[in-house]
C-alpha cells in the first residue's frame, strides 16, 4: 500500500465518538468531522494497521471507495461496474457485500446487494477472465454499502470481523456487554490502571479484561487477522513494524483487578477465559455475592453493569437489588468513585446516593446511562 493518505470512516457506538476521535488522532489521522455513531478521517497506511490494531471502541473501519447518486438497482450495476475493484484485490479472493440503510429505490437491500455483486463479479470476468467467489462467513474481502433514498456510498472494511471481537470471549454469560462499550465505559470513567479496579458483578468479566488491557497499555486487537491483508496494497513489513511497536509498549499491572460474581458456571468460566488470555495473578474473580462481602475497597475504580431487571420478578425486588447496590458503594467503598452502567433509570433511583454525572449511551437498542458516584 503506497504511504499516502486516503479517507476512512470509523464506526462506534452511540455516546463514545469522542473517545474513538481522541484514538484516531492518536494514531496520527487527520479528523475530517465527528457524527453520530462515526468518525471521519483521513489516513497513511502506518495509522490505518496501527488504529486497527489499538482501538479500543472503534467498530468497523471502512476505506472510502465511491460516492453517487442512483434512481433504480441498474444505477447501482453501472456504478460499481464502473468501479477498478482489480485495483483493490485479485478475483481469487472471497468477498461479502452487505448494504445497510433503507431507500425507495429498490424493492429491498437484498436485491442491492444481488446487484452490487453482480457489478464486482462482472467487472473482475471483463477485466481479467476471472472472477471472485461470495462467501457469506469469513471472507477475504468486506464490501458495505450505506443507502439513503437515492445516494449510496461504497466503503472497503479494513477489518473484517468487527473489532470488539478480541478473540478471548469463548461462550457467553448472562447478558454480556460488547467489548467496545465496556472498554469505552472504562476510558469514560477515567480509568486508566493507576487505581484499584472492582467489578462487584462481573459476569464473564468483560470489564475486567478490558480494564486489564487498557493497564498493561496492551492493544486489543495486535494479534488478529484483518481484512486489509487482503489488500493489494497490504504492506507486511511495515505492519510487522507497527505491531512490534505496539508490543513494546506494553506494561506490567501495577496494581489489582477484581471480581465479584455470585453465579459459579459464570465465575468459573471468567477463571478459564483469564487462565487462557490474561494470566495474571493480580487479577482476582471470586465467586460470591457481593452483597454478603464484608470487605473495604477503598479508592478503587468500580465499574459495573448490574441487571436491569428483565429476570428479575417485579418490580419491588429490582428497586431492592439497586437499594441494595447503594449499601454496598457506602458501606464498602469509601473514597472510591463508583459507575454504574444500567437501563433501568427508575431503579437507579434506590442506590440512594447523589450521581455527580450522567452520561447518555446504548446497550443496543436499549437506551442507558453510566451514572457517576463519588464517596466521601
Known amino acids: 500500500m503506497?504511504?499516502?493518505?486516503r479517507k476512512f470512516v470509523a464506526t462506534c457506538s452511540t455516546g463514545l465518538e469522542e473517545i474513538l476521535k481522541g484514538e484516531v488522532e492518536k494514531c496520527g489521522c487527520e479528523v475530517e468531522s465527528v457524527g453520530k455513531n462515526t468518525v471521519s478521517f483521513y489516513a497513511d497506511t502506518r495509522s490505518i494497521y496501527m488504529l486497527n490494531m489499538s482501538s479500543r471502541v472503534a467498530v468497523h473501519i471502512l476505506r472510502y471507495i465511491d460516492n453517487f447518486f442512483f434512481r433504480n438497482a441498474d444505477d447501482i450495476y453501472n456504478r460499481v461496474f464502473r468501479i477498478e475493484w482489480e485495483k483493490y484485490f485479485s478475483y481469487d479472493k472471497t468477498i461479502r457485500i452487505d448494504m445497510k440503510g433503507s431507500t425507495k429505490n429498490l424493492k429491498n437491500t437484498h436485491f442491492g446487494v444481488l446487484r452490487v455483486k453482480d457489478g464486482i463479479v462482472d467487472r473482475f470476468k471483463d477485466k481479467t477472465g476471472?472472477?471472485?467467489?461470495?462467501?457469506k462467513g469469513d471472507p477475504d474481502i468486506q464490501i458495505t454499502i450505506y443507502v439513503n433514498e437515492n445516494q449510496a456510498i461504497i466503503y472497503l472494511d479494513s477489518c473484517g470481523l468487527p473489532l470488539f471481537k478480541r478473540g478471548y470471549r469463548i461462550q457467553h454469560g448472562d447478558a454480556p456487554i460488547k467489548e467496545d462499550l465496556a472498554a469505552g465505559i472504562l476510558l469514560l470513567s477515567g480509568y486508566d490502571g493507576t487505581k484499584d479496579f472492582l467489578d462487584p458483578m462481573c459476569g464473564s468479566g468483560t470489564f475486567l479484561f478490558e480494564a486489564y488491557m487498557i493497564a498493561c497499555n496492551i492493544a486489543p486487537n495486535v494479534d488478529r487477522k484483518f481484512a486489509f491483508m487482503n489488500w493489494h496494497e497490504f504492506d507486511k513489513p511495515l505492519y510487522e513494524v507497527v505491531k512490534t511497536e505496539l508490543i513494546d509498549r506494553e506494561k506490567r499491572l501495577e496494581t489489582t483487578i477484581t471480581g465479584f460474581e455470585k453465579d459459579s458456571k459464570t465465575a468459573i468460566l471468567a477463571n478459564v477465559i483469564k487462565k487462557d488470555f490474561f494470566n495474571d495473578k493480580k487479577i482476582k474473580i471470586m465467586t460470591c455475592d457481593f452483597r454478603k462481602v464484608e470487605e473495604t475497597f477503598e479508592k478503587y475504580v468500580?465499574?459495573?453493569?448490574?441487571?436491569?431487571?428483565?429476570?428479575?420478578?417485579?418490580?419491588?425486588?429490582i428497586t431492592l437489588f439497586y437499594k441494595e447496590i447503594g449499601d454496598f458503594f457506602k458501606k464498602n467503598c469509601t473514597g472510591s468513585e463508583g459507575?454504574?452502567?444500567?437501563?433501568?433509570?427508575?431503579?437507579?433511583?434506590?442506590?440512594?446516593?447523589?450521581?455527580?454525572?450522567?452520561?447518555?449511551?446504548?446497550?443496543?437498542?436499549?437506551?442507558?446511562?453510566?451514572?457517576?458516584?463519588?464517596?466521601?
Open 302 to 317: 468500580i465499574v459495573t453493569n448490574p441487571p436491569y431487571g428483565e429476570r428479575i420478578k417485579t418490580d419491588n425486588d
Open 339 to 376: 459507575f454504574i452502567f444500567t437501563a433501568n433509570l427508575e431503579a437507579a433511583k434506590y442506590i440512594g446516593l447523589r450521581t455527580s454525572a450522567k452520561i447518555p449511551l446504548f446497550n443496543g437498542p436499549l437506551e442507558a446511562r453510566l451514572l457517576k458516584y463519588q464517596m466521601y
Open 130 to 135: 476471472e472472477r471472485p467467489s461470495i462467501s
Open 2 to 5: 503506497e504511504n499516502k493518505e
